[in-house]
C-alpha cells in the first residue's frame, strides 16, 4: 500500500502540473487511504478554527496549539498550528517551516499514549507520508515550557517538533491514538480499525467483541476472515452473528494477571446476568493467541475454542494506561 501512495507521488511530480495542484492531489491520495479514515479540514491560518479541531497542547505563553498537517517537499507532515497568533509550523531538515495552508484534524474520539525511540502503539493516528511512503505520526512532547506537536518518523527513532525556529528531537514522547469505542456490526462487516486480540492456531488474526448470550453481556473472539465470531459459556464455545466490535484502542494495553486478578485500568466488556462485571483477557491455547472473559469469581479466564470452553489460569488482561 505504501509502495502504490510512493507511485503516486512520483508520478505527480514528474507531471507538468502547478505545485498547489500536486500538493491537492498527494493529500487528495491520502485522504483515499481507507487503513484510517480520520476527518481533516482544509483551511488556512487566517480562518476560524473548525469545530472539534484537536487539542495538541500549549506553546511557552500558553497559548492553545491544535492538529494539523501541511504539505512541504514532497511530504505530508503533522503541524502545529497556534490560531491566537495565526502561525503553523512543521518540522523539516533541522528547520521550522512556516505554512498557511494546512488541514486541521477534528473528532472526539482521540487521546495520548506513551511511547518512545519512533515506536508508535497499535491505531496510532497516522496523518502523513514522506516522498518515498514512510507513514508518519502525529506525536507531542514538553519543549522549554511548552507541550508541542510534531512527526514521528518511526525509521529515525524519534519526534521531531517544530520549536524555535528550528527541528528538535525528542527520544521520549506521547502519541496521538484513537480512543477506544464499542462498535455494533454484524460478523460480515467487521471494522477496518478493530482492535487486535491476538490469532487462531493457524495464525488467522483475531479481534476484540463482544455479545450477548443468555442473559450475560460477554468478551467474544472475532475471526474476519472466517466470517465468525463466539462467546464462551456453560462449557461451550458459542457461534454468534450480532455483535460488538471494540475499535480505536491506542491507549490500551495488555497486562499480566491470573487466578481471577484483574489489574487496576482493565477494560470491563460485559457482565453477567446477576451483574458481576466480566473483563477482556486473552490467553495461550494449542498455538492460538485467543481472547475470551476473565471471570473474577471464578478465578479464570474462560476462552472460546475448538467447540468448548477453556478455562485458563494463566492470562493478560486488556487495560487502559
Partial sequence: MFRRFSSAIRSIFSSGFSRNFREMEIIDALNRDKVQDYNWVSTNVYSDVPCEAVVAGHDSDGAL?????????????????????????VPFGGQEVRKNDIEVLVGTNFGWAPASCGSVP???????????????????GHWESSLTPGKIHPSHGCLYLPYGGQ?????????????????????NSIPPNAFPAGHDSDGTPIFVGRAYHSGDMLP???????????????????????IEVLTGGGCLHWVSGGNGYVPP???????????????????HYHGSLTPGKVHPSHGCLYIPYGGAEHRLSDYEVLCKH
Fill in 65 to 89: 496549539i491544535y492538529v494539523a498537517r501541511a504539505y512541504h517537499s514532497g511530504d505530508v507532515l503533522p503541524a502545529k498550528y497556534v490560531p491566537d497568533r495565526q502561525e503553523a509550523y
Fill in 265 to 283: 485500568n482493565a477494560i470491563e466488556a460485559g457482565n453477567t446476568s446477576d451483574g458481576e462485571p466480566l473483563y477482556i483477557g486473552r490467553g
Fill in 220 to 242: 467474544a473472539k472475532v475471526v474476519p476472515t472466517k466470517n465468525k465470531a463466539y462467546v464462551a459459556f456453560g462449557g461451550v464455545e458459542h457461534e454468534k452473528y450480532d
Fill in 167 to 187: 527541528e528538535q528531537r525528542m527520544d521520549n514522547y506521547e502519541v496521538l491514538v484513537e480512543r477506544e469505542q464499542w462498535v455494533q456490526c454484524d460478523i
Fill in 122 to 140: 497499535e491505531l496510532a493516528v497516522r496523518c502523513g507520508t514522506t516522498s518515498d511512503g514512510e507513514p508518519l505520526y502525529v506525536g507531542r
